[in-house]
């Protein structure tokens, strides 16, 4: 095909396109008919998970999180580590859903479903589109769908070019077994990781959009538009819409162009527009400053060894679109595996990816499958360790949609081959039962019917926290976070036997879990074993030094050990407890004050005047404080200072009759000392 037949000057989008390149129309109610049929069996699928509560990370994106209450500070997300940081659009669609329903979850649940439901509608129309242009291209012998389709029969021969059936009825199918897929259900179901969704319906809206322009005709700037702004509005929900513009450059030269540079000679303006929205991309990551340490080459995980994991990650991802079996919400933080385990999926991966670069390189649309496979998961699956999740299911939420095409085109290649071998479809006057697609679109009906029973199976996973996170320790037996999170659900259900075996649990697992360590304490804290209590909290305290919620408690502990010791008499035990209590909690005026009482008990009078003053600076107004600080400036000689305290004592409280006695006994004393 000429340069000239494909685009007329540089930098066009909508130039025209070789009529023969053109896709063949399918009538408008085949596509309603479809979208329908999509919306509906993800109804089915998704239809018991409107009751699933907020879980793990949607506290701190959705009910803990104070820029939803006004749309108008929905496009500032808080820089709090949650998923909604540096992703404005993200925030303000959760905002929209606080504005209808507050924390009511159906809102949240709704908006999610029509989000993946959107997303399987324009993945129809993205596969439709292509093979239609495909099969029109070979019909005029400027293309083909592999190079040896013709050869081999079914999906590839002239019977797909008869008319529009085939391309609609391998996109439907496929479309419908990724809608319906339960690897789907985490981006789905759980209602933070929106981000996923939110972001592949944009990332696939840029690509149809695209599609539509270059297709011509007067809306083809429209589109052009559309995929542009889409592709910005994607790197505001999820950092891995950064492959979008890259994948529209392959999708460009593989089915459109023919080449890079014949792609960038009729597109340069509309490819640097979207490579432009890696700048907003890159102006969003730098606002993520507190999961700054959690990716990148900085964190705690090094790249090698988070490298070799994404080995397994991804062969997992593949295994798992092929057999959604068994499917974990939360994988926890190890990293390796076996020696032959990794060994195994490296080769794995390594041979698919060079396949899949040598056939994008023929621009086989095999190829640019594969490229899609492994392009979007690059930027989580690669060798930029994500230290808080190892692996996670959802990553594969758009990468799997090339499985599914891939396996769809292979069912209706055999099944149209296998028709064809017995001689059936004669005399069927419709290319759609004689090119054999009909029993392959059946066999991807009943596969999406079964899809669909284990979506709505594990959707009951996500229906309680309990429910969870019980699923996530029972199939990652060593999951240190699932038994912490089990302990804190049986804590709050006063199971506190129960509790404490999860929690130790845990801490034989990490060692070093500070959470795992602080919860038991407040656990033997509720249980008044103080010593132990603290014992967990002294545990944490070196792993997070500056947290409140390790230092909040264990100063309570401490000073609630010391008032026991101080009223068993043992005073240098007490002395050490309040010791600590005043250090984790330095604004708690009564701990400084029985510390210095102690103190002063021990004969360490200096010691504690200085906590008795440090006390009355945090409550002036304390009687009790200014008259034990007055008794102890008397013990050591400092009359008109003790009288000053004792005089404010009676201002205070003018009934404070132990007062008024000490200031008249201090007085005597000052009197008698001041004779000659």
Known sequence: MSSQSLCDRSGSVDS????????????RWVAYLAAAAIAVAAWAAYGNSFLGPFLADDLGAIVDNPT????????SPPRTGTPVEGRPLLNLSLAV????????????????????VLAGITLFGIVRRTLAQTMSRRRSGQGALGQGAQKQ???????LQEDWRPAAAIAFAAALLWT???LQTEAVTYLSQRAESLMGLLYLVTLYAFIRSVEGGPAAKAWAFVSMACCYLGMASKEVMVTAPLMVLLYDRTFVAGSFRESWRCRRGFLLVLGGSWLLLGVLMQSSASRAGTMGFGTAVPWWAYALTQFRAVAHYLRLSLWPSPLVADYGRALGGPPFEVAWDALLVGLLVAASIILLARRSPWGFLGAWFFLILAPTSSVIPVATEIIAERRAYLSSAAVCVAGVLAIMTVSGWRVRRAG?????????????????????????????????????????????????????????????????????????????????????????????????????????????????????LPYRPNDPKIRQPLGTACYRLGNSFADSGRLAPAAEAYGTAVRMLPNLADAHVDYGIVLARLGRVPQAMQELQTALKLDPAAADVHNNLGSLLARSGQFPEAKAQFEEAIRLRPDYEEARDNLRRVNLMDRTEARP
């Open 16 to 27: 025209p396109v070789s009529p023969a390149w053109l896709p063949l129309e399918a009538p």
């Open 68 to 75: 939803l209450r006004h749309l108008s500070s929905a496009l």
């Open 97 to 116: 859903n606080y504005a209808i329903g507050g924390t009511r979850v159906g809102s949240y649940h709704m908006a999610n479903l029509l989000i993946h």
């Open 153 to 159: 029969g079914g999906v590839g021969q002239e019977a």
């Open 180 to 182: 319906v897929h339960p």
């Open 424 to 540: 059936g479809g004669g005399g069927v006057p419709s290319g759609f039962l004689s090119s054999g697609l009909a029993p392959g679109l059946g066999l991807c009906v009943v596969l999406a019917c079964g899809l669909g029973v284990l979506t709505a199976r594990r959707n009951a996973v996500y229906r309680t926290a309990m429910t969870f996170w019980t699923d996530v320790a029972l199939k990652v037996p060593n999951h240190a976070g699932a038994q912490n999170n089990l302990g804190n659900l049986l804590l709050e259900q006063g199971r506190l036997g129960e509790a404490e075996d999860h929690y130790r649990q845990a801490l034989r697992w990490v060692p070093s879990y500070a959470d795992a360590h602080a919860n038991l304490g407040n656990l033997l804290l509720k249980q008044g074993r103080l010593e132990d209590a603290i014992a967990q909290y002294e545990a944490a």
